[in-house]
């Protein structure tokens, strides 16, 4: 059971645009910055963004992130068939002390 | 051009340990926070430790607290998990990761399998 919660699955069209939902508390995503992954398993996880709304250099504007409360939000427009992936989303949980990690979304671009 | 080097993985009985190292290049290594994540078969990402640039802070997931340390080497730009009373569940493939900012990390290893099993 992780600590933060994500939708197991997501799906949409190729060229429309998905989000992502993860939900967590007061002691993690209230508080403190949120990041998001894309993971191929075998490979190594890409960060999408960081500090919430931030996308690393290299990472296309068609990812977007955004933190409402004790959620936050992933974006993707203009899906590809490329995209198709699991999703996590991470932060600092201060309860805990340590980062914790959404269970994942998987994304199929139909 | 960051690099990061896992290696030490391999299969071990239940009650074993194995040490994990990780080889770091391409940026300052003894300011940044270094993490190890794990992925199990089926099962999603976990993170698992991270430590400080001089190493006087650790921070463990409570599934491994008092079995696994994580350390490091400056002089040889490398980090370590040392991984103790190993268990069927710890079974995954470990990352390494460069911190950019607390839970995010900016570039990661390409992996290493650890398999426990009798």
């Known amino acids: 059971q992780s600590v933060l919660t994500q939708p197991p699955s997501v799906s949409a069209a190729p060229g429309e645009k998905v989000t992502i939902s993860c939900s967590g508390s007061s002691s993690n995503i209230g508080n403190n910055y949120v990041s998001w992954y894309q993971y191929l398993p075998g490979t190594a996880p890409k960060l999408l963004i960081y500090d919430n709304n931030v996308r690393p250099s290299g990472i296309l504007d068609r990812f977007s992130g955004s933190k409402s409360g004790t959620s936050a939000t992933l974006g993707i427009t203009g899906l590809q068939t490329g995209d198709e992936a699991d999703y996590y989303c991470a932060t600092w949980d201060t309860s805990l002390s340590a980062v914790v990690f959404g269970g994942g979304t998987k994304l199929t671009v139909l | 051009e960051v690099q990061l080097v896992e290696s030490g993985g391999g299969s071990v009985q239940p009650g074993g340990s194995l040490r994990l190292s990780c080889a770091a290049s391409g940026f300052t290594f003894s300011n940044t926070w270094m993490h190890w994540v794990r992925q199990a078969p089926g099962k999603g990402l976990m993170w698992v430790a991270r430590i400080k640039g001089d190493g006087s802070s650790t921070n463990y997931v409570d599934s491994v607290k008092g079995r696994f340390t994580i350390s490091r080497d400056n002089a040889k730009n490398t980090v370590y998990l040392q991984m103790n009373s190993l268990r069927a569940e710890d079974t995954a493939v470990y990352y390494c990761?460069?911190?950019?900012?607390?839970?995010?990390?900016?570039?990661w290893g390409q992996g290493t399998l650890v398999t426990v099993s009798s």
């Open positions: 990761g460069k911190d950019l900012h607390i839970a995010a990390a900016s570039h």
